[in-house]
């Protein structure tokens, strides 16, 4: 009986330090109107000054669980999607496209992010959206083939591996996402 106790304590306080091991948080600094310096884990307000974001703890996605390939393709052409709330199906898509490859990939909303507006009105002139950043290539809108052939000459791989979870370095967009078909929905009946 004492072993069993022993061993179900054991299995709790192992369970427990794993969940404190993925345990990750958001941080943000900012200063507000009267100069007070402010941490907190939600968003800064509109009007905040000299705001900043920090990624705390682990449990973020493991770069180095990737497949070698990826690795070396992600250091060498970091990729970067530009979204906006209201993209739409391009923007899905894009995002889809990323995640069915496995690649790591840093998502900025540039309709709702100043910081994100003005590095995309550098880059592109614009705020079209979607806009992909492979490295030091630039592309403009969705076009599957020719983000495969970018995506293929940075050297990514062209499919993830069985298992693999979809490395993102952003918050997920708000777009509902489209449910897969399963094969039995096209059956005949």
């Given at each position: 009986?004492?072993?069993?106790?022993?061993?179900?304590?054991?299995?709790?306080?192992?369970?427990?330090?794993?969940?404190?091991?993925?345990?990750?948080?958001?941080?943000?600094?900012?200063?507000?109107?009267?100069?007070k310096v402010h941490f907190s884990d939600a968003p800064p307000p509109a009007d905040a000054k000299d705001a900043s974001q920090r990624r705390m703890g682990g449990g973020g996605a493991?770069?180095?669980?990737?497949?070698?390939?990826?690795?070396?393709?992600?250091?060498?052409?970091?990729?970067?999607?530009?979204?906006?709330?209201?993209?739409?199906?391009?923007?899905?898509?894009?995002?889809?496209?990323?995640?069915?490859?496995?690649?790591?990939?840093?998502?900025?909303?540039?309709?709702?992010?100043?910081?994100?507006?003005?590095?995309?009105?550098?880059?592109?002139?614009?705020?079209?959206?979607?806009?992909?950043?492979?490295?030091?290539?630039?592309?403009?809108?969705?076009?599957?083939?020719?983000?495969?052939?970018?995506?293929?000459?940075?050297?990514?791989?062209?499919?993830?591996?069985?298992?693999?979870?979809?490395?993102?370095?952003?918050?997920?967009?708000?777009?509902?996402?489209?449910?897969?078909?399963?094969?039995?929905?096209?059956?005949?009946?």
């Amino acid at each position: 009986m004492k072993t069993a106790t022993i061993a179900l304590t054991c299995l709790v306080a192992a369970l427990g330090f794993a969940t404190l091991a993925a345990a990750q948080t958001n941080v943000y600094r900012w200063v507000d109107k009267d100069g007070k310096v402010h941490f907190s884990d939600a968003p800064p307000p509109a009007d905040a000054k000299d705001a900043s974001q920090r990624r705390m703890g682990g449990g973020g996605a493991d770069d180095t669980q990737l497949p070698y390939a990826t690795q070396l393709a992600a250091r060498r052409n970091p990729v970067t999607l530009f979204t906006g709330t209201d993209c739409g199906d391009p923007c899905v898509k894009a995002r889809e496209l990323l995640t069915g490859r496995g690649i790591p990939f840093t998502e900025r909303d540039a309709q709702a992010n100043p910081e994100d507006q003005e590095a995309l009105k550098k880059l592109a002139g614009a705020l079209d959206v979607p806009y992909l950043l492979i490295g030091s290539t630039k592309m403009k809108g969705y076009e599957e083939g020719s983000w495969q052939v970018s995506l293929d000459s940075a050297g990514y791989p062209r499919t993830r591996l069985p298992g693999q979870a979809p490395l993102r370095h952003a918050a997920p967009s708000t777009a509902p996402a489209k449910p897969a078909e399963s094969p039995s929905d096209n059956a005949p009946r």
